[in-house]
């Protein structure tokens, strides 16, 4: 998985580690659940629905990184917080 990194996070790593040591996923979520992190939609990444109300789909939530806990419709991440393994794979398979 590819993930853009938080700055502040991004600052915590020493300057020799940038862009060579691993971050997990908690640890990506966890700072950009802090930061309250809100990508653009792009085109394909939300709806309307018939009554006008906005949608993010499953694959803006992922590139987000992290469940903000309001029950989202197409919310694709388990109980603690890690992207459910159906959803990464209907992605793999082109589907979201």
């Known amino acids: 998985m590819q993930l ?3 700055e502040e996070l991004m600052k915590r790593l020493p300057e020799e580690s940038r862009g060579r040591s691993c ?3 908690r640890c990506v979520a966890e700072a950009r659940r802090t ?3 809100m990508p653009r939609a792009k085109a394909g990444e939300f709806y309307f629905t ?6 993010f789909t499953q694959r803006y939530h992922l590139r987000r990184g992290y469940c ?7 919310c694709p991440f388990d109980e603690a917080g890690r992207p459910r393994a159906e959803v990464l794979e ?3 398979g082109g589907a979201v």
Do not use: K
């Open 35 to 37: 930061e309250r992190w």
């Open 23 to 25: 971050i997990c996923h």
């Open 90 to 92: 209907s992605i793999a």
């Open 4 to 6: 853009d990194m938080p």
């Open 68 to 74: 903000c806990g309001n029950g989202c419709r197409h």
């Open 50 to 55: 018939e009554d006008g109300r906005f949608v």
